[in-house]
């Protein structure tokens, strides 16, 4: 089988893959967080948020919170009921406490 035939095919292949994923995928949020830090975010940003009294002041909290770095070191990962991130932006640690439903963010 000569190179253009097989270029054929493979384009003819890779055409009709594109369409079946344009439509399957069409008008739906997907996305990709490859990053431990992205995910664990993504995953905060799902539920419900709760914050203690004496919190830093926020004006737009998902821009404030896209902005924010996890640090894993100083984390308490692996309980069974609740892991607690420490998170940080601009100098300020908090902690976030991640339950099943709810994200606890506290000072």
């Known amino acids: 089988m000569s190179f253009i035939k097989r270029l054929g095919y493979y384009l003819g292949g890779f055409s009709v893959g594109l369409i079946f994923l344009f439509f399957f995928f069409n008008g739906k949020r997907t996305q990709c967080n490859y990053s431990p830090s992205a995910r664990v975010k993504s995953d ?28 894993f070191s100083e984390s308490n990962i692996g309980t069974d009921s609740c ?18 439903d709810t994200a606890y963010f506290s000072r």
């Open 83 to 100: 892991n607690i991130y420490v998170m940080e932006i601009d100098d300020k640690i908090f902690s976030v406490k991640k339950c099943t």
């Open 44 to 71: 905060i940003q799902k539920k419900a948020w709760v914050f203690e009294k004496d919190f830093y002041p926020i004006q737009d909290t998902l821009q404030w919170f896209a902005k924010t770095t996890v640090d």
